[in-house]
């Protein structure tokens, strides 16, 4: 077995972010004792670790309220803004959120629906898929995967896609595609 521990001084700052992400990713599997690396690292070990990770998206967006959006994803988020009472509740969308305590994902937006679950809403341009066969990138996948693990209903609107729907079909559009992923979550 690795013991981590012995070689803590030659980990660099990428070195511990990655080590938090590796620890994340065998908690939400639920892998050996569903505890991560808790064990192999210090509290204080794990600690360091997700602040670094913490820091690193907070440098990625250090201002959401000043951050440069996409267009794309500004005219998704007005769409959502508009969705009936009936599937949101009102006032809880929010933008460029980090969510969760572990601090795992910044999402573009989340909303409680009516029924009482959290959606997140993703607007993936082409940097989250692969060229030429057009299939999520890894670290687009991780996401999902981790979203998923911390129980929020993900709807993915593809950049393209919303670019390629009629302006007036939108917002039917993007119910369809929250309502499908809400069935998605209720299915075995």
Known sequence: MFDAGLQWSSFTPYDMRVVYLVHMWLRDQKLGDGL????????????????LWRQLLQRRHPDTSGRQISNVQSSVAAAVQQLPS?????????????????????????????????????????QHYRCPDQQPTGRTLYRNR??????YVLVVVKASDWDQCP????????????????????SP
């Open 86 to 126: 009936s599937l949101v509740v009102p006032k809880s969308v929010r933008e460029e959120v980090l969510l969760h305590e572990d601090a795992m994902c910044l999402t573009d937006m989340v909303f409680t629906t009516a029924c009482g679950r959290q959606v997140v809403i993703e607007v993936d341009g082409p």
């Open 36 to 51: 991560g690396l808790a064990g192999s690292l210090s509290p204080q070990q794990l600690q360091q670790c997700r602040e």
């Open 146 to 151: 981790a979203l998923a693990a911390r129980g």
């Open 167 to 186: 302006e007036h079909l939108r917002q039917q559009q993007l119910v369809a595609w929250i309502q499908q992923a809400l069935q998605q979550e209720q």
